[in-house]
């Protein structure tokens, strides 16, 4: 019993790294897209932008999951976007995620960049260096440093708040578990989730911290 | 015709004139030394010849060549793309996460002005000069602040501009520091670099430049030899702030 049960949590937890993988990739660039759109100089494309994040962090992910899953249907006549299947949900899933996630990192590349001081900007512009080989070449690396505790946080965040796909049926680790409440009455595969979490998000703090004492040569 | 001529600089931020009127000239060779109170405009000054302010008047010629005309700057953010000027902060603003050598290096490499091996060796002889050979492999963080500023003087020289400048460089230093960043400024006058030094350090304003402005309310109250502006000051201001 056992073993089906770790081979079925499984399963659910490769799910849940895909889709983990998935918010990943697409939210740590565009929320580097968004933070720029924020900080932009022209007004109305500044205004759109905070007002996007205002929304998305304002409300329910489960809410904006759903929306995003049914929405395009419901305005489209029934007629369905995202395709039927497992692929289908899991293409919505991280849609949802990415847009979530990537306004959560805004903020964070927004506070990181704001907090390098103004006289590092200055002393690539006195050496004649250009807009982007500052920031690529002077600020990034800096920003990376500061920004990388909350960073950790949002991203262990994001290892839990994968469960919430199991709205949209995706057979993600705590659906897997649950699944035999229902079918055994056992609730023990449930509880052994926790491990999985845990497991988990005990090898991205190790990362993390092994990154920070990385970058602990400068202040 | 002077090496640098300044003529007619002013900037005005919102209501107020930071800056009016402004007219120096300097030969190659030279240091010019600013004096003057703190906030009428020395700061700003150096700024708008580093192009960190755009002037909202005046004109700067370098070797009888215009490098900004404030009439003819009209776009917004327009700026001339030519860095005659150098300029050493007060508060070093080195790179922090770069060696002292990756510091000197990094601008010169972006420019592309030579090879990695010719610019590492240009690198390491400023660095020499200045005196950090031991530290060339060092991150900033582990340097004292006289160490700092003479690895920001080597970074600055590496873009080797034709008017190096000094926004009082030794403010943030206790007076031992002081004085090893104050060496290296003298040992650049001997071979002949022309430089503006913004400072509070008056015998060294006194003893190694050629010119000295006193800089008052915004403009050039006066201006002459270290021995005319130290030994006869002509105006009242001038002989309040030398009594200070």
């Known amino acids: 019993m056992l073993r089906e049960v770790l081979l079925s949590l499984l399963g659910g937890f490769g799910q849940s790294l895909q889709l983990f993988c998935y918010t990943l990739l697409g939210a740590l ?36 999951l759903i929306v995003v899953y049914y929405g395009p249907g419901l305005l489209n006549n029934g007629s369905h976007l995202w395709g039927g299947g497992t692929a289908g949900r899991m293409s919505a899933a991280a849609v949802a995620f990415i847009i979530n996630y990537a306004c959560y990192f805004s903020e964070i590349y927004r506070g990181g960049i704001e907090s390098i001081p103004r006289g590092q900007r ?6 004649g260096m250009t807009r982007r080989q500052i920031f690529f070449r002077v600020q990034l690396r800096q920003v990376y440093k500061r920004i990388l505790p909350p960073m950790g946080n949002e991203i262990i ?22 699944a035999y409440i229902k079918s055994h009455g056992l609730i023990w595969p449930l509880l052994l989730t926790g491990v999985f979490y845990l497991l988990f998000s005990g090898f991205l703090s190790w990362l993390l911290r092994r990154e920070e004492k990385r970058l602990s040569y400068f202040e | 015709m002077a090496y640098l001529e300044i003529e007619g600089l002013g900037k005005r931020f919102g209501e107020t004139d930071v800056l009016h009127d402004v ?19 020395k700061t700003t ?78 690198a390491l002889d400023l660095i020499e000069k200045v005196g950090l050979r031991e530290k060339a492999n060092s991150y900033p963080i ?11 003087i080597a970074r600055a020289l590496a873009m080797e501009p034709d008017v190096l400048c000094f926004d009082e460089p030794t403010s943030a230093l206790d007076p031992l520091l002081t004085k090893e960043v104050l060496n290296v400024i003298r ?52 002989q309040r702030f030398l009594r200070q």
């Open chain 2, 23 to 41: 007219n120096l000239s300097l030969e190659q060779g030279q240091i010019l030394s600013v004096i003057g109170p703190s906030g009428e405009g």
């Open chain 1, 29 to 64: 660039p565009l929320g580097l897209v968004i933070a720029f759109g924020s900080m932009n100089r022209w007004r109305p494309l500044r205004e759109a932008v905070r007002g996007l994040v205002w929304v998305i962090r304002g409300t329910p992910l489960m809410l904006q």
């Open chain 2, 45 to 122: 000054f150096l700024r708008c010849l580093n192009f960190l302010e755009t002037p909202d008047r005046g004109i700067i010629r370098l070797k009888g060549e215009t490098l900004f005309d404030a009439t003819r700057v009209r776009a917004r953010g327009q700026k001339p793309t030519k860095r005659a000027f150098g300029l050493v902060f007060q508060a070093f603003h080195l790179f922090p996460q770069y060696t002292v050598l990756e510091n000197v290096m990094l601008a010169p490499t972006l420019a592309k002005r030579g090879t990695k091996a010719e610019l590492r060796e240009k």
């Open chain 2, 187 to 238: 040992l650049l006058r001997t071979e002949g670099r022309t430089m503006i030094v913004v400072t509070h350090e008056m015998a060294f304003a006194r003893e190694a430049s050629d010119q000295v402005a006193f800089l008052s309310g915004g403009t050039v109250a006066e201006l002459g030899t270290p021995q005319e502006i130290f030994e006869a000051p002509r105006t009242e201001a001038l």
């Open chain 1, 122 to 127: 200055e002393a690539g512009q006195v050496l």
């Open chain 1, 157 to 178: 965040t994001l290892v839990k708040d994968t469960c919430l796909a199991r709205i949209i049926a995706i057979y993600e680790l705590t659906y897997a578990g649950q």
């Open chain 2, 142 to 152: 582990t340097l004292s602040g006289g160490q700092q500023q003479r690895a920001a």
